[in-house]
C-alpha cells in the first residue's frame, strides 16, 4: 500500500484515518486491516476507436472492504485518474456509507479517459470492455456501481447490459443511477445535490441566519447545479457560480434558469453575462453564508483557508479540504463545517433505495423516496453534531469516528480468518 501514498488523496484519506484511529484508540491489530483495501485491480483496456486506431486505456476498482455487505461506489472517467485516487475515494466511501448506516462496504472505480474526446460508440465500447473485465469482482451481492464524474445513466445502461448478458438474464441490481424504464430510482440523478441543499439548509436554521443567505457554489455539474437549485427554492440567493472555465458573480443573485440555458447551448458557465467574471480560486473567497465545494478534491487547501469568508463550508465534493486546511479551519469556530462523508451522502444514500427496489422488483414513489432521504441525512447529521459536542471535537472528527468505529467492530464482531 505504501507505492499509493505518493497520491496526495490517498495520503489524505490514510492522514485522516490515522488521527481519528489515535482519537478511537483503535487497537493496531484491528488498524491495518481497517485501513488497507482489501482488494485492488487494475485492467488494460484496448478498444477500437471510430478511426479504426486500437487504443489501451487504463481501468481500476479498488474495494475496500466487504465486513457490512457488497462494496458500493462510483466508476469516473477523467484523465488524472489513477489508482491512488482511486483508492482514496474508496476509502472514504466506506465511512460514509457506515455513517449513514447503509450495509455497504465503499468503492470506487476510474478510467483515465477524457470522455469529451471520445464519441459515444468509443464510450459504449469502452464500458463494455471495463465491465466484462470486471465481472469476476462484480455483483449484486459483491460490489454494485454507480454513476460519477465523466459518467452518467447511460453508462451505468450499458454496464447492466454488458453483466446481464453474461449472466444469461436481466439483472438491474448490478448498477444504480441507470434509466428508471430499465430499473433506476426516481430521484436519484438529483439526489446528491438536493441532499447538499436539505443539510445546509438546516444549518442556516441552527445557525439563525437569513432566509435569503448568500450562496457560492463551485462546480456546476450535476450535484453543484442541483444543491443550488435546491437552495434557491428553500429563499437562498445563489451569488457565485464556477466550473473548470472559471465563475460569474453577482451579489444580487444569479438567475439560474437563465444559466443553466447558457451551460447547456455553450457547455459551461464561461460568457454567462449574468455577473462578474471570476476564476475559480477567487470565488473561492469571496463573501457569503454558504460556500459549496462541488468540484474536484482538495481546493480548500492551508493558502485558502484562512481567507474564505463563509458561515457554512457544505462540502459537495469528495475530499475538498485539505489536512492541513482543516487545522486552520478548526481554529475558526464561526465556519460551520457540514463534511463531505455527511454531506455529500444523498446519492449513496438513494443508489441504496435503488438496490433494494430492484431485489424486490417493487418500486416507490419520489416523494417517498425523498421523503426517506431526508429522515436519514436529518437523523445522521444529528447524531453527528451530538458526537461532536459530547467530545468537543470538530464535525469532520466526529463524522469519521462513527464511521470508522462501525467499520472497525464489525471486524472485531466478524473475527479473522482462517
Not at 335 to 361: A, R
Request: some cysteine.
Amino acid at each position: 500500500m505504501n507505492h499509493l501514498l505518493s497520491n496526495p488523496a490517498f495520503k489524505m484519506a490514510c492522514d485522516q484515518f490515522d488521527a481519528v484511529a489515535n482519537f478511537l484508540n483503535i487497537p493496531e491489530a484491528l488498524r491495518e486491516r481497517t485501513k488497507q483495501p482489501k482488494r485492488m485491480v487494475t485492467v488494460s483496456l484496448p478498444i477500437r476507436l471510430d478511426s479504426g486506431e486500437v487504443k489501451v486505456f487504463a481501468g481500476h476498482r479498488v474495494q475496500h472492504h466487504l465486513t457490512l455487505g457488497p462494496t458500493k461506489g462510483g466508476l469516473r472517467y477523467h484523465p488524472a485518474v489513477e489508482l491512488g485516487e482511486v483508492a482514496a475515494l474508496a476509502m472514504w466511501m466506506s465511512w460514509k456509507c457506515a455513517l449513514a448506516d447503509l450495509p455497504y462496504g465503499g468503492a470506487k472505480g476510474g478510467v483515465a479517459i477524457d470522455p469529451k474526446q471520445h464519441s459515444q460508440a468509443e464510450l459504449e465500447r469502452l464500458t463494455r470492455r471495463y465491465t466484462s473485465e470486471m465481472i469476476p469482482f462484480i455483483g449484486p451481492q459483491t460490489d454494485v456501481m454507480a454513476p460519477d464524474m465523466g459518467t452518467n445513466e447511460q453508462t451505468m445502461a450499458w454496464m447492466m447490459d454488458t453483466y446481464s448478458y453474461q449472466i444469461g438474464h436481466a439483472v438491474p441490481s448490478i448498477v444504480t443511477g441507470k434509466p428508471v424504464s430499465i430499473g433506476g430510482s426516481l430521484g436519484r440523478k438529483e439526489a446528491t445535490g438536493r441532499g447538499v441543499a436539505f443539510l445546509a439548509d438546516r444549518a442556516i436554521d441552527l445557525l439563525k441566519l437569513p432566509d435569503d443567505s448568500r450562496v457560492i457554489v463551485q462546480g456546476f455539474g450535476n450535484v453543484g447545479s442541483y444543491a443550488a437549485l435546491g437552495l434557491a427554492k428553500y429563499g437562498a440567493r445563489v451569488c457565485g457560480i464556477s466550473d473548470v472555465g472559471g465563475g460569474v458573480y453577482n451579489p444580487k443573485g444569479l438567475d439560474l434558469h437563465a444559466l443553466q440555458a447558457h451551460v447547456e447551448r455553450t457547455g459551461g458557465v464561461s460568457g454567462f453575462d449574468g455577473g462578474d467574471r471570476i476564476s475559480n480560486e477567487e470565488m473561492l473567497v469571496q463573501p457569503c453564508e454558504v460556500l459549496i465545494p462541488a468540484a474536484m478534491d482538495q481546493v480548500i487547501t492551508a493558502r485558502n483557508a484562512g481567507k474564505i469568508q463563509c458561515r457554512i463550508l457544505a462540502e459537495a465534493a469528495n475530499g475538498p479540504t485539505t489536512v492541513e486546511a482543516d487545522a486552520i479551519l478548526r481554529q475558526r469556530p464561526e465556519i460551520f463545517v457540514i463534511p463531505d462523508i455527511l454531506c455529500n451522502s444523498g446519492g449513496v444514500i438513494v443508489s441504496y433505495f435503488e438496490w433494494v427496489q430492484d431485489l424486490q422488483s417493487f418500486f416507490w414513489a419520489e416523494t417517498e423516496i425523498f421523503d426517506k432521504l431526508y429522515r436519514i441525512l436529518d437523523r445522521t447529521m444529528d447524531t453527528v453534531l451530538k458526537e461532536s459536542r459530547k467530545h468537543n471535537i470538530d464535525h469532520r472528527t466526529a463524522a469519521l469516528s462513527l464511521g470508522i468505529q462501525k467499520v472497525v467492530n464489525g471486524k472485531a464482531i466478524r473475527g479473522l480468518f482462517p
